[in-house]
């Protein structure tokens, strides 16, 4: 109910209530977060209260869940100044236009005319994040040079185009011919009055955040790691546990990720070798493979690319019979990101709302070094079949799970969706999807050793001083690297948990043998929802009991 965005995205309530929140949008100023902060301490006292004993096994869990959720928002307060309310990859900047271009209901008119009441508040919203980014510059708590310099160039481009061209206008006009109510004449007015107010407060809002930004770029450094903060290391230990949901520190992870690093090179090598490549490093052969299959940076290139993942996704359906029996019911669908994130988005799922109104949605950033086949394949597996859209998806949907479990109404955790998506693309290649496609193969292993480059990179930035450019000459690109230094240890959930996922499932076969059913077993892990590592293994271990108690 506080947070008007949050119940759009899952369309959490029904009717008027709903409807409501349709027309606000969340409030981002300091007391707003102060209050949230006092509610999850609340609720951590409340649910101290019940007796778990008395619970079902579900309950319990769910009561565990609940618990570790709310605690992470009161272990994290006092770091929040750390995340920066204005950025290229995550800040208010972003998020209030992917609200009303991606998640924002356009069925109805009622549904328009929310979005414009919801349009005109976002000039308010703007301006709660520019106070709090000048505030924190008072304290001299600021983006590195570079992320400013990122944020910056976005939100010009943003702004670059004629009000009724902004994606903000331009969505609308697009989908607003789709209502049958609507007449054109009220159409044409909504859209009308929709350019008025980017014109006379969204672009305004922009120039004023921009300037904001420009006036830190002075006293900024390329300092680029939560290190550099007081309590800095206290900051990353906390976002390493929030986003792996393991007390793993950053040397046990660097470590995992150098290890990691090694085997999967050694394996690229190999079949690199095999298909005639064998000049220069891993990583100069990879590239030159990029190029190889790339397509063309124009209007028909990026149609092109488009059009296969269409296909990809769809072969990907056909192919998960082999390991899958349940599968969600709600469609996905694949859509480019609007051209003013290019520049620093990353391919994304958007999940579907809980009354089945809106696809899932894969967004993929059409940036030049993104318009290539290599590892195009992989990507689908990851963000949508049988990755994200089966994990969130059967979760949405799954009415047998309490609400907010449903809706991930208190969060994400990270370690368990990215762990699982991550572990979808390894499963295509156990499975033979690849079969007779080395460069697929390829572009498998090579999805895998950025996430293991991640590894290595992301406590590289954050405990171990390492600059922007170190980061990049290890092998990542620079708006990977920038997403890492504005999502502090976000970026090692993927490995992390993916080789917990691996490991489980390892574990429930040599307890099985010859009764081990990996349908059986991705059903367990994805019907239980989105939990924390340590009671995803409590889960599994319960059901390797069931099945050894069954004979």
């Known amino acids: ?36 902060i006092a509610l999850a301490q609340r609720g ?25 959720q709310l605690q992470t928002l009161v272990d994290n307060a006092p770091f929040r100044d750390y995340q920066f309310p204005l950025n ?58 570079f992320i400013l310099q990122s944020t910056i160039a976005q939100m010009r481009q943003f702004i670059s185009p004629e009000p009724a061209a902004n994606p903000l206008v331009a969505t609308l006009a697009a989908r607003i011919g789709e209502i049958d109510e609507l007449d054109a004449a009220r159409g044409a007015a ?17 120039r004023q955040a921009i ?4 006036a830190q770029l002075p006293a900024a450094t390329d300092d680029a790691g939560l290190w550099r903060f007081e309590h800095g290391a206290e900051a990353y230990a906390q976002r ?16 995992i990720g150098l290890r990691e690093v090694a085997r999967i090179e050694a394996e690229m090598d190999r079949i690199l070798r095999s298909i005639g490549r064998s000049k220069g ?114 979760s949405v949907e799954n009415r047998d799970l309490p609400k907010f479990r449903q809706a991930r109404t208190f969060g994400g955790i990270s370690a368990y969706s990215e762990g699982w998506a991550l572990y979808a693309e390894r499963l295509a290649a156990e499975e033979g999807w690849y079969e007779g496609d080395p460069e697929g193969l390829l572009g498998q292993l090579d999805a895998e050793l950025f996430r293991a ?55 429930a076969r040599a307890a099985l043998g010859d009764d081990f059913d990996p349908k059986q077993f991705h059903n367990h892990v994805l019907l239980t929802g989105m939990v924390p590592l340590v009671m995803l293994e409590q889960e599994v271990d319960a059901w390797i009991a069931s099945e050894l108690a069954r004979g």
């Open 281 to 394: 490093s891993v990583r100069e052969r990879v590239d030159a493979l990029k190029r190889d299959l790339a397509y063309g940076n124009d209007d028909a290139g990026r149609k092109a690319i488009m059009d296969d993942i269409e296909t990809m996704m769809r072969d990907a359906e056909r192919r998960a019979d082999a390991v899958f029996d349940i599968r969600p019911k709600t469609p996905v669908i694949a859509r480019p990101y609007p051209e003013y994130r290019w520049a620093s988005a990353a391919a994304s799922y958007t999940a579907p709302p809980l009354d089945g109104s809106r696809p899932g949605v894969y967004q993929m950033p059409l940036r030049p070094d993104r318009l290539t086949r290599f590892g195009l394949r992989t990507l689908v597996y990851h963000e949508t079949v049988p990755g994200h859209h089966f994990q969130i998806a059967l």
């Open 44 to 68: 951590l006292e409340r649910l101290a209260a019940f007796d778990r004993t008395a619970m079902s096994d579900e309950e319990r869990l769910s009561a565990d869940l609940m618990q570790w």
């Open 88 to 145: 290229q990859f995550g800040g208010s900047n972003v998020g209030l236009p992917n609200l009303m271009t991606v998640v924002h209901p356009l069925a109805t008119a009622g549904d328009v005319d929310n979005y414009v009441a919801r349009l005109g508040q976002i000039e308010a919203r703007m301006g709660e994040s520019v106070q709090r980014a000048q505030a924190l510059a008072a304290r001299r708590i600021l983006p590195p040079r």
């Open 190 to 206: 909504f859209v009308e009055q929709a350019t008025g107010i980017v014109a006379s407060q969204v672009y305004p809002a922009w």
């Open 240 to 255: 390493l546990h929030q986003f792996t949901s393991t007390r793993l520190g950053a040397d046990e992870i660097h470590a």
């Open 453 to 507: 480059r991640r590894l290595v990179v992301d406590t590289g930035l954050h405990a171990m001083r390492w600059t922007r450019q170190q980061a990049i000459d290890y092998g990542i690109s620079p708006s990977e690297v920038e997403r890492y230094v504005v999502m502090p240890g976000q970026a090692t959930s993927y490995m992390v948990g993916q080789l917990e996922i691996i490991r489980l499932r390892d574990k």
């Open 1 to 36: 109910m506080r947070q008007p965005a949050a119940a759009t995205g899952s369309r959490y309530f029904e009717g008027e209530t709903q409807a409501a929140l349709d027309r606000q949008l969340t409030p981002q100023d300091e007391a707003f977060d102060r209050e949230t």
């Open 211 to 214: 300037e904001a930004l420009e």
